[in-house]
């Protein structure tokens, strides 16, 4: 019997239109959706994310085939047509699935490389998965795992820090423009990923206040609430222009929502006080001729993308190095995946078995003087013997199915019992070897 | 002894310059070291210059244009070093060492022959009046070379262009704090200069007519500008390319100022 598939299904920003997204997000939280997926018999252990740029579906089972189109359609029915659902998710096995979970947690799949958001929402949701008691051994090994290599790429690249990011080059603009972002104050105009990731990178540089301007105010509020900040309406914008330093504007206008002429009034109320504008919506927020006036800077998306440009090169190294971790971690874990398959554990225990008996029959038959090639034969088949009659009961447990635990969980069992490590399974002929000694 | 100080000050002053340039470009830290070591020696070795020569002529050495310019530069060079101490200026040395280089060359380019004091000069209010409106002026120079930055940066800001000079210029809040803090240091300096100046001047000429000479024109000129500009920053809130702009502006009536006082000497 073979061991379980581990499929990972799944859209996100680069594939799938934002239109479409919005449809499969799971906008409910992850309790309900979790709760019904228990219907389907054949998963054995599952996991949901669902961000604003993606959704993820994980699981192990037996019958890939049949259990994907089974998830998808308890999922997503009533939502999208069979035929948009086909088109636009992607779908992974086994290696390739493990690498997307990797590569998703160290945020290399990210619409802003190197942000960090993406792992504390792995976490959370990974949270849901155990405290539902969803997921299984292998899918609580594989979300360790994507953890401590998202910890690693951090730690080992420079991948975080100069992040591609509009944010990253939102802080680099604004340390040319007033030195230093401590103090400064941030408002934030409409709500949106990338706006709210620039100003928590602000934020983050210490930036102190934050104000979110929002057409709904409740949303407004929501936001201020994340940032310790104060929420006002849309039509305050022009007033609140003297109180901050730095805005961030990404509403879903599809008209210019502020003019020089407004931004110039506010510029005396300042007294010169810099004014530093990001207008990371599209179509754009801000009149381009605001650039034009003293002591104000205005940069559009397109601005912003050549500051990060500038420093491409050396972000691509990073990200060669991000992706090698990532490869060489997504080996160790399929090296992991098949030491728990059922054959290599039995090969393995075999081995270790027979090495014992090698060693010891090493041992004693030295010393027994005078015995013939005949007898010494028989004494060799009678410690193979033995081994044999003890291994056949373990064996026997693997192989039949057992009605109350599973087979991945006997193959723990028995590993440990007999000490059979992760590290074995690689290094067994290594083992061999120091065994023959 | 005195020349020989001077040339190898100047010398050191020549090899800060290169490696403050070839840092700018390469952004090698070593060689940051090495500007700024050259330059602290060249600025104790000036010092002592000087001092030397003060001894050798007998009065303070401020009145030939060779005494004069190298005096200037050397109050560069300390009023740098001064504010250095307290907070830096990403590359603002490359381009202070610059000026100094170049008011060295002028210095060692003119005659370095000792003139004996005129009559007239021979008084306490010298060292005094002089001393006190070069420091002044090279406040302004520092505020003046401070502005050009801001203007070049503000330009690479403006145009979106962050090429080369974007990540090698300060911040614009930094320039801005450098231009307030020398016109707010070089202007009192110029006033209390000119203050001096018109006490030595009573004292000289008694009860006779005011001389109106162009120096005389052209200081008034250069100190309404300054307060001009620091009305306009301290009450009006001008800040940033208007206020560097009119540093920039100002300080080319300082040059001017200076050009008739060494060319028409002293009266």
Known sequence: MRSDTIVLLGVNHKKTPLAVREKLALTGGYEEPLERLRQIKGLNGYFLLSTCNRVEILFTCQQPEAMRIEVLDLLFAGKVTREEVRDSIYSYENEEAVQHLFMVSSSLDSMIVGESQILGQLKEAFRHASEQKTSCQVINKLLHKSFSVAKRVRTETQIGASAVSISYAAVELGRKIFGDLRGKRVMLVGAGEMAELAAEHLVGQGAADMIVANRTLERAMKLADRFNGRAVGLDELVEQLVNVDIIISSTGASDLILFKKEVSGAMRKRRGQPLFFIDIAVPRDLDPEINKLDNVFLYDIDDLNNVVEMNREQRDKEAVKARRIVEEESLKFNRWIDSQELTPTIKELRQTVDAICRTELARTLPRLNGISKKEQKSIERMASAIAGKILHNPMQYLKTDHPCVDQGERIAQVRSLFKLHEENCTLSQKSQTRDDE | ?267
């Not at chain 2, 010092?47 to 007998?58: D, H, K, M, S």
């Not at chain 2, 100094?100 to 009046?129: D, G, K, T, Y």
Request: glycine residues 8%.
């Open chain 2, 1 to 267: 002894m005195s020349y020989l100080l001077f040339q190898i000050s100047f010398a050191c002053y020549l090899l800060a310059t290169a490696a403050y340039f070839y840092f700018f470009f390469k952004q090698d830290s070593l060689l940051r070291r090495i500007a700024r070591g050259g330059f602290f020696v060249a600025a104790g070795l000036h010092t002592i210059y000087i001092l030397v020569r003060y001894f050798e002529a007998g009065h303070t050495p401020i009145t030939s244009i060779h005494e004069t310019v190298s005096f200037f530069a050397w109050s560069i060079a300390c009023c740098y070093l001064s504010f250095r101490w307290r907070y830096t200026v990403k590359n603002f040395g490359t381009f202070a060492s610059l000026m100094v280089f170049i008011l060295m060359l002028i210095a060692s380019l003119a005659s370095r022959e000792i003139v004996p004091l005129p009559p007239n000069l021979q008084s306490w209010l010298l060292p005094v009046h002089a001393s006190i409106s070069i420091v002044g002026d090279a406040f302004l120079a520092l505020a003046a070379i401070g502005g050009g930055m801001y203007l070049l940066q503000e330009r690479e800001l403006k145009q979106k262009r962050f090429g080369f000079l974007f990540s090698r210029l300060p911040s614009l809040e930094a320039l801005d704090k450098l231009n307030n803090h020398c016109i707010s240091i070089g202007f009192p300096l110029m006033t209390l200069g000119m203050v001096t100046g018109y006490i030595w001047a009573r004292q000289i000429w008694g009860g006779q007519d005011w001389h109106w000479d162009s120096k005389i024109v052209w200081s008034m000129i250069t100190w309404l500008l300054y307060a001009g500009l620091m009305h306009q920053r301290f009450v009006m809130g001008w800040r940033g390319r208007r206020a560097s702009l009119m540093t920039i502006v100002a300080f080319c009536a300082v040059l001017l100022t200076f050009w008739f006082l060494l060319v028409g000497g002293h009266k």
